[in-house]
């Protein structure tokens, strides 16, 4: 079957760097999306890797290794505005997005 | 980015009645588009896919009688929640995308409670 694992909850302090880490197992593969989502909002894209290796967006940047399944959303210089849920999604061969359950980031000062 | 619309963005409705969602991308054309739901507390779960032109495609699971969607036009997909039900009551939302494979631009989201 296919399936997305990432970390229920993580605590990070304001300031501080996160690595929020996503694991998958899916029937292909066509690029791994990251959403942030806010409570009682949708979900806004954050990131989109095909590619094996480092995508930098400001504070955020991702980074995915096809051979392992595996990918990890970034985020540094943390700010209270980042606490959210971070979803991680991937796309598999029939361009069906598979979804993570998320992972609630709690930012403390 | 590409822009999607969604509307209402929140329906308070009595059990038994119907509600409609629109979902319109508002600067591309969108062959496809999704509608997801989510509980509190719970990621998305996809529901269907809605085809411009043809049926949309249910997930296991999902009464496709009871959650009617249609696709009339490129930019424009409806979900109709028939006979609605406390329990539909939920956080619905659309999704698009402007090319395959590429970035899904999510709708605001139409929160139901239904009475």
């Known amino acids: 079957g296919q399936n997305i694992d990432q970390p229920t909850e993580m605590t990070a302090t304001e300031g501080a760097i996160v690595q929020i880490n996503c694991t998958y197992q899916t029937s292909g593969f066509n690029g791994l999306f990251w959403y942030q989502q806010h409570a009682g909002e949708a979900p806004t894209f954050l990131s989109y890797n095909v590619l094996d290796g480092l995508e930098e967006k400001g504070r955020f940047s991702s980074f995915l290794s096809r051979s392992k399944g595996y990918s990890y959303l970034l985020l540094k210089e943390l700010q209270m505005k980042d606490s959210a849920s971070y979803l991680c999604?991937?796309?598999?061969?029939?361009?069906?997005?598979?979804w993570g359950a998320g992972t609630k980031l709690i930012i403390k000062p | 980015g590409a822009v999607v619309s969604q509307h209402p963005s929140w329906v308070i409705c009595k059990s038994g009645t119907s509600v409609k969602i629109e979902c319109r991308s508002l600067?591309?054309?969108?062959?496809?588009m999704f509608w997801y739901r989510q509980f509190p507390k719970q990621s998305l779960m996809l529901m269907a896919t809605?085809?411009?032109?043809?049926?949309?495609?249910?997930e296991q699971g999902v009464e496709k009688d009871k959650f009617l969607i249609n696709h009339a036009s490129l930019t424009l997909s409806t979900l109709t929640v028939t006979s609605a039900h406390p329990e539909d009551s939920s956080f619905y939302i659309c999704?698009?995308?402007?090319?395959?494979?590429?970035?899904?631009?999510f709708g605001e989201g139409s929160r139901l409670t239904v009475l």
């Open positions: 999704s698009a995308r402007d090319r395959e494979p590429g970035e899904l631009f």
């Open positions: 809605s085809n411009e032109g043809s049926k949309a495609t249910y």
């Open positions: 600067d591309f054309q969108a062959t496809t």
């Open positions: 999604a991937v796309m598999d061969s029939n361009y069906q997005l598979i």
